[in-house]
Nanobody, 118 residues
Framework: QVQLVESGGGLVQPGGSLRLSCAAS????????MGWYRQAPGKQRELVATMSSDGSTNYTDSVKGRFTISRDNAKNTVFLQMNSLKAGDTAVYYC????????????WGQGTQVTVSS
């Protein structure tokens, strides 16, 4: 069983910064992808950023240049540094881990609220 524990959400003014963290524990294949998704009220969950264990990254266009994803493979931890936050970034942010082992395995964190408001 894999558990993902997120931290770092909160309330921030427009233009501010936040850093999200997600620590994974349990039976984890070393070759995997960790990342962040978000879901705003009334909208579908969307990809924010992902990072594979080989270092390759993927960002949604709306956060490029503002958000940076990083990870510590030894600690199975992924981070999301969010700068120049906008009201449109307000959402519940979910950590995700997935890997292939015969089939795709996906695991989700409980979510952390990020609110950007003055």
């Amino acid at each position: 069983q894999v558990q993902l524990v997120e931290s770092g959400g909160g309330l921030v003014q427009p233009g501010g910064s936040l850093r999200l963290s997600c620590a994974a524990s349990g039976m984890i294949l070393s070759t995997n992808t960790m990342g962040w998704y978000r879901q705003a009220p009334g909208k579908q969950r969307e990809l924010v950023a992902t990072m594979s264990s080989d270092g390759s990254t993927n960002y949604t266009d709306s956060v490029k240049g503002r958000f940076t994803i990083s990870r510590d493979n030894a600690k199975n931890t992924v981070f999301l540094q969010m700068n120049s936050l906008k009201a449109g970034d307000t959402a519940v942010y979910y950590c995700n881990l997935n890997y292939q082992l015969g089939r795709n395995y996906q695991f989700w964190g409980q979510g952390t609220q990020v609110t950007v408001s003055s």
